[in-house]
């Protein structure tokens, strides 16, 4: 892999700067996903709960649960634009290669986001109609919104592990065995924090007063708590390999944060308190966000740990390639100043830069460029065809061919150019045409064999017409006798002209004979 020719590694502002920007635009980012997945999954459980219930108030509640998703969801996906933008340009390398990796799946996260939007929208409008409808809307919506995020994790976890790119691309984009743990560990660890985050969000501002609603929320708290410690405790092993103070430090705090809140978002006997008091309120108002920025700066210390220094190696990398390729610049320079002072004005000048390159500087399609070419370039001394039909050439090109258009010339340069072409190679002169008669079987042969593609009379048939490249009109195109029997001999490599050598050497000097005489 070659990243210094391939990638813009240049940052558009100092490191330290771009790291902060990343930190607080993905940390906004992230809390209003959390939010959105949170209410997504708590609203469709309230509603399986209620749905066969008779309580029609409870289903009103869980309708005013999943309203507040549609503005979630917009500022989730607003503030999501910056921090990709910007992984983008930190970390180019392990983004677009874990992307191209993921690719399969990375394409599908607009679809999948229009039709969670659409059916989770239908969702909460129809809760309160008959269930089946919301419960099918429901079930897709939440499927296709639960998707997303395994679809992220799976490509930044990749992104994280350089070293197993290679062997994930050979095992036909499929997660390896240490590869796929880390990976559903942290999906489950955002779906733990999503049911915090939107458990705590509901408690605050659409519980109300109901203590009800207040214990159901904070037993969802309690219960997303423990299971975020859970799935951490075996995830930290999968990434104990980067760990550094940091990463310790973060998750230690973080752990002992969320040990807090779940102390005191415990099922206790209720007591007295005032109905605007949550139980835990101020602790949890307090830790939540120690807990969320402890989460952020871990993931981002594992990140930069092996993103940036991948990074740094391929900046020097390309620095040590720049110092290879500085004793080039100045001749290259030269070069492209020469080309700038040359005037296109005769038609010397238009065959040295236009033609020369594939056609040699005595036509024999030897040019330095014709050994990259398929369809070698034609010998231009060997051609013997009309003015008109050459400007035409030269003017829209051969499709098919190496041959492109020139029509950035004015016709004063065109003819300028035809006049050194015939000045050099007589190519506009009469066609020279072999003194022998013509036998009936290659006759025989031109009828039904040469004049499938060249037409009876020189001119492509219509099937010849369809051929990339299409043959020459020979009554207005001609070689001469020499080239025009290594053609019918050994073909023309890259087109749809096979060798004739299995012919009698009589009868393809005859065959010459007919091409020749078609041009008169």
Known sequence: MTP??????????????????????????????????????????????????????????????????????????VLGVGP????????SLGFFTATGLHAFTWLAVIPLLILAFLAIELFEHK??????????????????LLTVPAIFTGALSLMERPDQWTAFAARTLSP?????????????????????FGAAFHLFFSAGKDQVRRNRLRAWLFGGILFQVAVGAPLLFTVSGVFNWPVMTAVTLG??????????????????????????GRTLLLLLPVVFVSMLAARQSIQDATLMT??????????????????????????????????YDNGATLYEKSCRPCHGVGGLGDGPAARRLLIRPEDLAAVRADRDYVRSMVLLGVPGSGMPYFTVFDRDKIDALLDRLDESFTMFGPTTV??????DQARDIWKNTCATCHG??????????????APPDLSRFSLEPERSLAIITDGYPGTVMQPYRALPEDVRLDLVSITANLRR
């Not at 990709?84 to 970390?91: A, E, F, G, H």
């Not at 008959?130 to 079930?139: M, Q």
Request: hydrophobic share 50%; net charge positive.
């Open 456 to 469: 009876q009379t020189g001119q492509p048939s219509a099937f010849g017409l369809t051929l990339q490249p």
């Open 434 to 439: 072999p003194q022998r008669p013509v036998g």
């Open 84 to 91: 990709l933008l910007i992984i983008q340009v930190i970390y």
């Open 4 to 77: 210094w020719k391939d990638l813009f590694l240049a940052l558009p502002l100092p490191e330290p700067w771009l790291r902060t920007l990343l930190f607080v635009t993905f940390g906004l980012h992230l809390l209003f996903v959390l939010l959105m997945l949170g209410t997504a999954m708590l609203g469709f459980v309230f509603f399986l709960r209620d749905c066969c219930g008779s309580d029609r108030s409870a289903m009103d509640w869980n309708q005013r649960v999943v309203k507040p998703h549609l503005g979630l969801k917009s500022l989730a996906v």
């Open 310 to 343: 991948l990074h740094r190696e391929a900046r020097a990398e390309l620095a040590r390639e720049s110092a290879d390729l500085d004793r080039f610049r100045e001749p290259a320079l030269e070069t492209f100043r020469v080309k700038l002072a040359t005037v």
């Open 127 to 144: 809760m309160l109609s008959s269930p089946w409808l919301p419960f099918l809307s429901g079930v897709i919506g939440l499927a296709a």
């Open 176 to 196: 390896s065995g240490e590869y796929l743990p880390h990976w559903l560990l942290r999906y489950l660890h955002v779906l733990g924090a999503a049911v915090v």
């Open 255 to 280: 752990t002992f944060s969320a040990m807090v809140m779940a102390w005191t978002m415990r099922p206790a006997p209720a007591r007295s308190l005032p109905d605007t008091s949550i139980r835990g």
